[in-house]
Nanobody, 125 residues
């Protein structure tokens, strides 16, 4: 069973930066594609970014392109989300997710098999 644990959230002023981390407990981390999603209060879960098994392919929500960067370190079983130029509308609980279906549309939450508990990101304006 895979466990995902996010960290790095917090309170930041608009224009600031945060780096989220997600630690994967499994021994086959390199086999998984990884994604970041977010859910704001009262809203549906939303895709943010995804990366394939070796970091060679990434996908982003249009509104975060140029501001957020997803990356992974397979030696550390960890995926990261570097968030720059944060805006108030980025406020949400951020969750990481893992899937073995690297060929699927990684923007769809339904393809992911494992989810973390989430970390809160609050951007003050």
């Amino acid at each position: 069973q895979v466990q995902l644990v996010e960290s790095g959230g917090g309170l930041v002023q608009a224009g600031g930066s945060l780096r989220l981390s997600c630690a994967h407990s499994g021994h086959t981390f390199g086999a998984y594609a990884m994604g970041w999603f977010r859910q704001a209060l009262g809203k549906e879960r939303e895709f943010v970014a995804a990366v394939n098994w070796n970091g060679g392919s990434t996908h982003y929500l249009d509104s975060v392109k140029g501001r957020f960067t997803i990356s992974r370190d397979n030696a550390k079983n960890t995926v990261y989300l570097q968030m720059n130029s944060l805006r108030a509308e980025d406020t949400a609980v951020y969750l990481c997710a893992a899937t073995l279906e690297w060929w699927s549309d990684l923007r769809q939450s339904g393809v992911y098999d494992y989810w973390g508990q989430g970390t809160q990101v609050t951007v003050s304006s």
